[in-house]
């Protein structure tokens, strides 16, 4: 098993405005590992779609607090969980089906979707009336710079 590098956590309250604040912190320690831009667009949508599903679903009838940790391997693989004490998931797996959504007319029922396709793999627990996990993993490209002599 790889050895953890580093690690970070961070908590906040589930208004709307910290999803930015979340896309920023995630974005600003997986740069250690020099992404690519599309690499880093790819951690900051899956970050924000499990942010908001925290804020919309989780905490839908009031203000909780959103748990982030953040870990880096030595083999490149970021690992990050986003985790609620909200309300919880019923059904899991419908959860995950694209379309499904229990937010309302207003949403597309595509996060968990959009977080499968921009991260390598994706595990969600959840107990109902205790709170979701979302954890979320990818690996970073590792570039190798060729030292040429002139």
Request: aromatic share 8%; with cysteine; net charge positive.
């Amino acid at each position: 098993m790889a050895e953890i590098v580093n690690e970070m956590n961070v908590n906040f309250f589930s208004r709307s405005c910290n999803e930015s604040f979340a896309r920023t912190v995630i974005a600003a320690f997986v740069s250690q590992l020099d992404p690519t831009i599309d690499e880093l667009a790819d951690i900051k949508t899956a970050i924000s779609e499990a942010v908001t599903n925290s804020i919309v679903h989780g905490y839908k009838s009031g203000i909780g607090k959103i748990y982030i940790t953040a870990k880096i391997y030595e083999n490149g693989r970021v690992s990050i969980k986003v985790k609620d004490r909200g309300c919880g998931i019923e059904d899991i797996e419908q959860a995950m089906e694209p379309l499904f959504t229990t937010g309302g007319s207003e949403r597309s029922g595509l996060g968990f979707a959009v977080m499968q396709s921009f991260m390598d793999k994706i595990k969600v627990t959840s107990k109902v009336g205790k709170g979701t996990t979302v954890s979320l993993d990818k690996y970073i490209i590792r570039r190798t710079v060729k030292n040429e002599k002139n």
